[in-house]
């Protein structure tokens, strides 16, 4: 008799996403006309740049022809890309080649995929609170997890000890939910710490672009010996506004040596037997993300969603509560006042000011009591959900 995969009943339902939007709706029914402003969520609200719209056109256009016609594409990506990217990491002064980067239909995809690189009998740490795929997709694949706690007192960014016994390492920095980001020194403790446990890192750079600080690490790749330790997954979702349009990229060093089998020729064995590659289409409108054009129009949209999470900040140093985040990152994640929980705060914004946030509880453990605001609002509504928090929170 088939036996289906039973961990799945290990997983937690959507009960977060679920209870935010029956308690918004239940809200809006009772009060009719209210005006709900949603500030929770991680999905961007500008449209795609010009540079990239015209080369999706063009891309389009090319799929017209006999002599411009693309059939499958390979398994890795399109060279133009892989080229592209490969540039977009020199210019940040990290070394990688373009065979060590692989495209894909987003990160999401490949921080599931990736483990397929890993026996089942290793052991996960995950930095919490934590962005959730991190635990489900090692839930699904029967791994342990080990859980370390961050918290206020290390600005939600720990460091190594001895005590963790891992084999696989997440580190998201700018962090999802924490808005939270690993300096030079931090993130060359981990590096040395993976390698000196041949433990390796996945890290999640889905959100470098928000970074503005010049002393702050965009990539892992910009530190000392991160090729002999370290898979960085990158996403153009926040970085290009490709939510809905998908495409990623996944670096696999070449030095990145484990148990005698080359990383890098596993993850092409991987790419050759999973995909059939990205649409063309897709990767021409992502080149053009590469392009001085496409880098200029899509820091300019980042400048803006920067300047939203500006408006939150202000409000909440105006009333005077702990939080980090908000600089070189989209999330801003504060301290719940009067020692509420995350639903109670949640609660008290909707009926109070319309304000819609995500409670922290939904990151893991240590994110109860606190929540989490996104920056990728429309800016007149963000201008006025954060005017809102600052008067209540200043009434008190
Ligand atoms: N990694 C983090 C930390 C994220 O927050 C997200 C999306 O919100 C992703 C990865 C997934 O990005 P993609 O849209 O490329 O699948």
Redesign the pocket.
């Known amino acids: 008799m088939l036996a289906p995969n039973m961990r799945y009943a290990e997983l937690k339902d959507s009960y977060l996403f679920n209870t935010i939007y029956k308690k918004t709706d239940e809200y809006l029914t009772a009060h009719p006309g209210k005006q709900v402003l949603r500030m929770g969520v991680?999905d961007v609200s500008l449209p795609l740049c010009d540079a990239v719209i015209k080369a999706l056109h063009e891309a389009v256009d090319d799929q017209a022809k006999a002599a411009t016609f693309h059939g499958y594409m390979p398994e890795a990506g399109a060279p133009f890309l892989r080229k592209a990217i490969a540039g977009y990491y020199a210019e940040k002064g990290a070394k990688v080649s373009e065979n060590e980067i692989f495209i894909s239909s987003?990160?999401?995809?490949d921080?599931g995929d990736i483990l397929e690189l890993f026996d089942q009998n290793n052991t996960v740490m995950v930095i919490e609170p934590a962005?959730p795929?991190y635990v489900d997709t090692n839930i699904l694949g029967g791994r342990k997890i080990v859980h370390l706690s961050s918290n206020e007192e290390n600005g939600f960014l720990p460091e190594p000890d001895e005590s963790i016994k891992a084999d696989i390492l997440y580190i998201?920095s700018p962090?999802?939910p924490t808005g939270a980001v690993f300096n030079r020194l931090q993130l060359q403790a981990w590096i040395d710490f993976a390698n000196k446990n041949g433990a390796v890192i996945l890290f999640?750079a889905?959100?470098e672009i928000f970074i503005e600080d010049n002393d702050l690490p965009h990539s892992i790749y910009e530190l000392d010996r991160a090729d002999t330790c370290a898979i960085e997954?990158c996403?153009?979702?926040?970085t290009a506004g490709?939510?809905g349009t998908?495409?990623?990229y996944t670096v696999v060093p070449q030095n990145l040596v484990r148990g005698g089998m080359n990383l890098n020729a596993m993850w092409s064995r991987n790419r050759e037997t999973r995909t059939n590659g990205v649409s063309y289409i897709l990767q021409k409108g992502a080149a053009a993300v590469f392009t001085p054009e496409g880098q200029a129009q899509i820091h300019k949209n980042i400048r803006l969603y920067l300047e939203n999470a500006s408006y939150f900040t202000n409000a909440l140093n105006d009333a005077g509560i702990w939080y980090c985040g908000g600089q070189n990152s989209p999330y801003i994640w504060m301290k719940c006042p009067d020692g509420m929980s995350g639903w109670e705060f949640f609660d008290y914004l909707l009926n109070e000011i319309q304000v819609v946030g995500i409670p922290g509880d939904g990151f893991g453990e240590c994110g109860k009591g606190y929540f989490r605001f996104s920056a990728f609002g429309n800016p007149d509504d963000t201008k006025e959900a954060a005017n809102r928090l600052c008067a209540l929170l200043k009434k008190g």
């Open positions: 991680g987003g990160a999401c995809d921080l962005y795929e998201c962090n999802n999640d889905a959100y997954i996403s153009l979702s926040k490709f939510t998908r495409l990623g």
